[in-house]
């Protein structure tokens, strides 16, 4: 498999997502520690939707269809969880409101 080969494969689209998650966490981790304010972690998903899209059409115009097709799995997990995550959030701040 040549370089070229290896770079258009969904591993090597998951593997670009997953870092650029990873990044963005971390500094939004900084952030929150920086200024002790946790409401920076519940901007990662507009982060996300700002680079992950941008991420996958750039490796569709590079010709690498199948990276694209990893990023696109990454940002459908990456949106579910940022979901199941912002609702569980939800919820437990609701249900601690009651008490």
């Given at each position: 498999m040549t370089h070229a080969?290896?770079?258009d494969s969904v591993a090597h689209g998951v593997k670009a997502a997953v870092w650029r998650n990873v990044t963005v966490l971390v500094l939004l981790l900084g952030l929150t520690f920086l200024h002790r304010d946790p409401s920076w972690l519940f901007t990662i998903g507009i982060f996300q939707f700002l680079y992950l899209p941008v991420t996958a059409f750039r490796e569709r115009r590079r010709g690498r269809a199948l990276a694209a097709k990893g990023v696109w799995i990454v940002v459908g997990v990456?949106?579910?969880l940022s979901a199941a995550t912002c609702t569980g959030a939800?919820?437990?701040?609701?249900a601690m409101g009651d008490h």
């Open positions: 080969e290896a770079e990456t949106f579910l939800i919820l437990v701040t609701a």
